[in-house]
T-cell receptor, first 110, second 114 residues
Framework: GENVEQHPSTLSVQEGDSAVIKCTYS??????FPWYKQELGKGPQLIID?????GEKKDQRIAVTLNKTAKHFSLHITETQPEDSAVYFC?????????FGKGNQVVVIP | DAGVIQSPRHEVTEMGQEVTLRCKPI?????LFWYRQTMMRGLELLIY????????DSGMPEDRFSAKMPNASFSTLKIQPSEPRDSAVYFC????????????FGSGTRLTVV
């Protein structure tokens, strides 16, 4: 089955700086790559996703890039704010079966 | 839409007791997933239903765990008997069959078995 690896496990950034989280996947047939944000005491929430026919997608301060050849995709958060502090999960799927990474703790330092 | 609704939000029970977790998926979604989240293992898929039928239960830890989906708007996850190592946050998520739709998660049930 699909195996998703996520790095780094913890990331601290100064408020206003950019944060980048990288994920790799193993199944070349995967075609859908969502990112989830989980705040303390809440369930994961979908924040952005990308499909395999697109290389980059942007939504305000967040963007996701996909490199199908290398089988990796990244989440970019620009102008980080304290409310961006959370755990971020990447996932990959090809038939509505998501395989999740283990999560990345992002801490934005005011 | 109220989103995916889980109950209870918190459950504290004694070892050996039966625990039932409940989930109401988003109306119109035909896939439902139960996940368990712990610090050590992250998000683990326990079972997956499609059109109310269990498709993959390979993630269910052992026979003490069972899940049902009697109709499109309700699912339960039961643990009997419960053990301290079952303590975790249990999430229910639903999605549409259309490829490319992300899952919508509920707020989770925090289970503590003492």
């Amino acid at each position: 089955g699909e195996n998703v690896e996520q790095h780094p496990s913890t990331l601290s950034v100064q408020e206003g700086d950019s944060a980048v989280i990288k994920c790799t996947y193993s199944d070349s047939a995967s075609n859908y790559f969502p990112w989830y944000k989980q705040e303390l005491g809440k369930g994961p929430q979908l924040i952005i996703d990308i499909r395999s026919n697109v290389g980059e997608k942007k939504d305000q301060r967040i963007a996701v890039t996909l490199n199908k050849t290398a089988k990796h995709f990244s989440l970019h958060i620009t102008e980080t704010q304290p409310e961006d502090s959370a755990v971020y999960f990447c996932a990959a799927s090809r038939n509505n079966r998501l395989a999740f990474g283990k999560g990345n703790q992002v801490v934005v330092i005011p | 839409d109220a989103g995916v609704i889980q109950s209870p939000r918190h459950e504290v029970t004694e070892m050996g007791q039966e625990v039932t977790l409940r989930c109401k998926p988003i109306s119109g979604h035909n896939s439902l997933f139960w996940y368990r989240q712990t610090m050590m293992r992250g998000l683990e898929l326990l079972i997956y239903f499609n059109n109310n039928v269990p498709i993959d239960d390979s993630g269910m830890p052992e026979d003490r765990f069972s899940a049902k989906m009697p109709n499109a708007s309700f699912s339960t996850l039961k643990i009997q008997p419960s053990e301290p190592r079952d303590s975790a946050v249990y999430f229910c998520a639903s999605s549409s069959d259309r490829v490319g739709y992300g899952y919508t998660f509920g707020s989770g049930t925090r289970l503590t078995v003492v």
